[in-house]
């Protein structure tokens, strides 16, 4: 299976909050993003460009082991909503230095209900709940 990337929305889900009480405006900050769908991964990682264009609150930091087995400490943000075809999720971030590969780990995955197809390469809606996401509790 070859590398599999998807095209996402992320928005500030505190700024909707902020504007549903009418503390702001329309202005929320979103953004698209094309990220690496990476089912090795456990949370939604973003790099440091996209949280300054966004602001997500800095809630902790987080130890996290890489690929190459180096532990490492990054901040942790709160109040993400990502958004993919007909599902969203809110999720916490790690925020990854510079202009790192943004990553789309299992947990978001999960929540939205969405699966890798192996052959087309592609991240997709679960066919077998196509109109809505769910979930096993």
């Known amino acids: ?25 329309e202005e929320v900050k979103r953004m ?23 602001q997500f609150p800095i809630v902790e930091k987080r130890k996290a082991q890489l690929a190459n087995g180096h532990i490492v400490e990054y901040d942790v943000v709160s109040n993400v909503e990502l958004r993919f ?18 990553l789309l780990g299992c947990i ?8 890798i197809h192996p052959l087309r390469e592609e991240l997709i809606v679960n066919p077998d709940h196509p109109y809505y996401a ?3 509790i």
């Open 1 to 25: 299976m070859g590398t599999i990337f998807a095209e996402i929305e992320l928005i500030n889900n505190e700024d909707i909050t902020l504007a549903r009480r009418h503390f702001i405006g």
């Open 32 to 54: 698209p993003v094309r990220i690496r769908v990476d089912a090795g991964s456990d949370m939604l990682c973003i790099n440091e460009r996209i949280q300054e264009q966004l």
């Open 85 to 102: 075809k007909n599902r969203r999720s809110l999720c916490s971030a790690m925020i990854l230095p510079g202009d790192a590969e943004p």
């Open 108 to 115: 978001p995955l999960e929540d939205m209900d969405v699966l």
């Open 134 to 136: 769910q979930m096993k």
